[in-house]
Structure formats: C-alpha cells, structure tokens
C-alpha cells in the first residue's frame, strides 16, 4: 500500500475559525511533510516531521500549527488563517528524512483551503 | 539552496520520445535530481531520482551530465496520460534533505 490520505478533500473555514487538515499513511515511513501549493506553482515545503520530531520548519507563521501524534499520522492545526492562505496543502511521506536526499516522497491528493 | 531551471512548456506526440531537460548549475556534490509529475487535481507522483549516474525505471530515465549541472528526463514512449507538469528538483547535501522543487514543464502530448 503506498497511498498516502488526506481530509477533507475540501475546506471552506472563516478567518476566526480553528480547523484542522489530517494526514494518514501506513507504509512505515518515519519522515512526514506539510507542503503549500498555491495555483500554477510548485509545493513550497513548510514543515518536516522526522521519526515524529520536528526537524524543520521553513520560517511558517504560528497560525499553521503541525503535529505528529504517531508515526502514521499528521495534522495541520489552523488557526486566524488569512485569505491569502488559500491553497491547495499537501503531505507527503518517506521512508526517511536523514539530511540525506536519496528517498522518494509519496504524496497525498491534497486539501484545497478556501479562507473566506 | 540550490535551484533548478525548466522550460515552462513541451510538446510531444503520442508514441514519441519526450525529452525534458532541467538546469541546475549550483548543484551541490551531495544533492539528489529528483523529478516528480502532477495531473490536475491530483498530488505530485515520483518519477525517478538519480546522483551521478543515469537511472532507469519503469516510469522514466534520467540522463544527468558528467558535470551534473543539468540533466534530463527521458519518456521513452509519451501516452495522453504522461500529460501533466514535471517537476524537477534538488534534495539532500546542503538542504538537509529538504526537496525544493523548480517551476515545473507542461507537458502536452498530441494524439
């Protein structure tokens, strides 16, 4: 099984709303990735969870807040979200997250966030 | 980190080989290519990835120059469905294996 999941697919949340974006995968991998996809751009890495610590966090501001309960999972925890938050976020996964670039991620299909 | 240049669009007929270059001249010695493609609404998928030598799977082969400034993704025969937007990217060395993805290519391929 190499599906990495995501919910909801979907997400429509006022800037006063607290919500939170989960991510799932069960082919044991110990490194686990927060991405934001703006339209006709590339993912831009936020945050990297690695055997269930963060390892890196690219500058993200404190209304995205990420937590790794188990090595299967990860959430993104929003909170006062702007509208230019809107975007598509992806997670992904791999078997590890080293320092070293020989592993190939596996990514979810994404949860696209509309602040409104 | 290092960056990576693409064109920003590419053009094939189905059957046909597609060859999808990226530039990525300040490249590290300890940094990974790795090339991932997205179909609309859809998450990126991993194609093939490489350091030195090319390498070859059942998806794809990338050719990386001696110098390792730029390299190339080869699909050998493109189908309507290899339509999508490559990425080519650079991890590992000096970005702690974080992966920094370039602007992407369109690839259209024509029946």
């Known amino acids: 099984d190499t599906e990495v999941t995501q919910t909801p697919k979907h997400l429509v949340m006022g800037m006063t709303n607290k919500k939170s974006l989960k991510c799932e995968q069960h082919?044991?991998?110990?490194?686990m990735y927060w991405y934001k996809q703006k339209a006709k751009k590339p993912p831009e890495l936020m945050f990297v969870?690695?055997?269930?610590?963060?390892?890196i966090n690219e500058s993200v501001p404190s209304r995205f807040s990420p937590e790794c309960p188990n090595s299967s999972l990860l959430n993104l925890h929003l909170h006062a979200l702007q509208p230019e938050d809107s975007a598509l976020y992806l997670c992904?996964?791999?078997?590890?997250?080293?320092?070293?670039?020989?592993?190939?991620?596996?990514f979810g299909p994404g949860t696209r966030l509309t602040v409104t | 980190d290092a960056k990576t240049t693409q064109p920003n669009s590419m053009e094939s007929n189905e059957e046909e080989p597609v060859h999808l270059p990226c530039n990525h001249s300040?490249?590290?010695?300890?940094?990974?290519i790795h090339w991932y493609r997205q179909l609309p609404s859809q998450g990126p998928e991993y194609v093939i990835h490489?350091?030195?030598s090319n390498v070859n799977n059942r998806m794809a082969s990338l050719a990386i120059a001696e110098d390792r400034k730029s390299s190339t993704l080869i699909l050998h025969r493109a189908t309507l469905r290899d339509a999508a937007v490559y990425y080519c990217?650079?991890?590992?060395?000096?970005?702690?294996?974080?992966?920094?993805f370039g602007q992407g290519t369109i690839l259209t391929v024509h029946p």
């Open positions: 990217g650079l991890a590992g060395g000096t970005s702690y294996g974080k992966l920094t």
């Open positions: 082919m044991g991998h110990r490194a």
């Open positions: 300040t490249i590290s010695g300890t940094d990974y």
């Open positions: 490489g350091l030195t």
């Open positions: 969870y690695s055997y269930e610590k963060l390892s």
């Open positions: 992904a996964s791999s078997q590890e997250s080293t320092g070293q670039g020989n592993y190939e991620q596996y």
